[in-house]
């Protein structure tokens, strides 16, 4: 992302990056975790972690979540298509496991 030398919002949906060089893997950049967009609204949020703040297809389920260890999500009726949206609510657990000493 060191290419990146202005991030312009055209309008509501458009987002327009100026490069300072030529970058074959800039595209690359954008499916990683560098080009995330973050709503103002969760910038110095200390709830982020239970009240996150968003637009997709899934809205966290704060009341069958437990931070740090399971999340889960419940589909966003306000999401503006359905088609991707098949499945009604998703969860995940996250597990640490120990070698044996």
């Given amino acids: 992302m060191a290419a990146l ?8 949906t458009t987002l327009e ?3 300072s060089a030529p970058d074959p893997a800039f595209l690359n950049y954008l499916s990683k975790d ?8 969760s910038f110095g ?24 260890t399971s999340y889960s999500y419940h589909r966003n009726p306000n999401y503006w298509t359905r088609v991707w949206c098949t499945t009604t609510t ?4 996250s597990t640490v496991t120990r070698p044996p000493c």
Avoid: E, H, R
Wanted: hydrophobic residues 45%; aromatic residues 4%; neutral net charge.
């Fill in 5 to 12: 030398k202005t991030a312009k919002a055209v309008d509501a």
């Fill in 17 to 19: 990056l100026t490069l």
């Fill in 34 to 41: 560098a080009s995330f967009m973050q709503s103002p609204a």
């Fill in 45 to 68: 949020n200390a709830d982020i972690a239970t009240k996150p703040v968003g637009s997709g297809p899934y809205v966290l389920d704060t009341a069958a979540t437990v931070t740090g």
């Fill in 90 to 93: 998703l969860s995940s657990t």
